[in-house]
């Protein structure tokens, strides 16, 4: 059974994090975060993102807040993630992920070129030469820009979601030899299986929080026999609690879970890396931080509200 409206709120903290880096357009993150009996949770749906899909997102808060995450112990390795910034500031980015092996690029960023984009994973490359690379996309080209890319950036894991519909994916897979990853193809999708009717897909990345949670991301990950890579949404330290403990369980490739290396501040001392890896832990705010970061009231509101209209959406 769900909880009620007022027991989410009344356990509710609204907090605003400073980025490091500009990150999707983001310079803040907010989220509201629920001190809930089985643990804390997070609902922090990108702000563009209405109550049907805000839903799924707030399915996960309650799951980790009001019935616990699945039990999970020991490490998982992770990926850095290198937002789409000049390839001035990549050395800056890099030093935040230490002993990490696996980066993520942005590219295909709107108002840049594959110049840049080919600039930016240069530097990668220049800085940590022995590093598996992969890159992400997010729908930003087209099949031919996809094709292009793909022959510029040289050997990569994979390319994540470089076009922005399932046919698109499919048409790229067959035109070139690097694998893909679907991302928004599963967790934007009203059907998240015609990625692999379609043939679509090498990989399939995974977040708890827009999927409904941790236990619903491993019966759809079974269901869809994909390889995966568990990631971030741009959690906060409580949302990372969830996506370690999938992607422990999933067996996911590199992670994409050491996001809190982008944010200046955060509600729970940034986990250690180490030898590349984060170790499975719940999260426990830290009061003072809380406070310190709590966003203004007007804000509090508005999440509030945002809770309010997508908890009539989620399914029993």
Same mark, same amino acid.
């Given at each position: 059974m769900l909880?009620?409206?007022?027991?989410?709120?009344?356990r509710a903290h609204v907090v605003a994090l400073p980025m490091a880096v500009t990150f999707r357009g983001v310079d803040t993150r907010e989220a509201l975060l629920i001190d809930g009996p089985a643990g804390w949770g997070e609902f922090s749906p990108f702000v563009e993102y209405g109550p049907s899909e805000s839903a799924h997102w707030l399915a996960a808060g309650i799951e980790a807040a009001f019935v616990g995450l699945p039990e999970a112990h020991g490490? =998982?390795?992770?990926n850095g993630t290198v937002p789409a910034v000049p390839a001035s500031r990549v050395p800056e980015v890099l030093e935040r992920y230490p002993g990490v092996g696996t980066f993520k690029i942005k590219v295909a960023e709107k108002g840049q070129s594959l110049d840049d984009?080919?600039?930016?994973?240069?530097a990668v490359r220049r800085a940590r030469p022995d590093a598996t690379l992969r890159v992400d996309a997010n729908r930003g080209w087209s099949v031919g820009e996809a094709v292009q890319a793909a022959a510029a950036l040289g050997e990569l894991e994979y390319i994540e979601q470089p076009c922005a519909t399932v046919a698109e994916l499919a048409e790229v897979r067959r035109r070139i030899a690097t694998p893909i990853a679907a991302d928004e193809s599963i967790r934007r999708?009203?059907?998240?299986?015609?990625v692999v009717e379609a043939s679509a897909a090498d990989v399939?990345? =995974?977040?708890?929080?827009?999927l409904g949670g941790v236990r619903r991301l491993l019966a759809l990950g079974a269901e869809l026999g994909l390889d995966l890579t568990v990631a971030s949404a741009l959690d906060t330290a409580v949302g990372i609690d969830a996506g370690l403990v999938a992607a422990k369980l999933a067996g996911s490739r590199a992670a994409g879970l050491a996001t809190q290396r982008l944010f200046i501040e955060d509600v729970a001392a940034p986990r250690e890396i180490v030898d590349g890896r984060l170790e499975v832990t719940r999260t426990t705010p830290d009061p003072a931080r809380l406070a310190d970061l709590a966003a203004p009231a007007h804000r509090r509101d508005w999440w509030f509200e945002r809770v309010a209209q997508s908890l009539p959406h989620i399914r029993g």
């Open positions: 909880p009620t409206l007022d027991s989410i709120l009344e490490w =998982v390795e992770v984009d080919l600039a930016r994973v240069a999708a009203a059907d998240p299986y015609r399939g990345v =995974v977040k708890p929080a827009p």
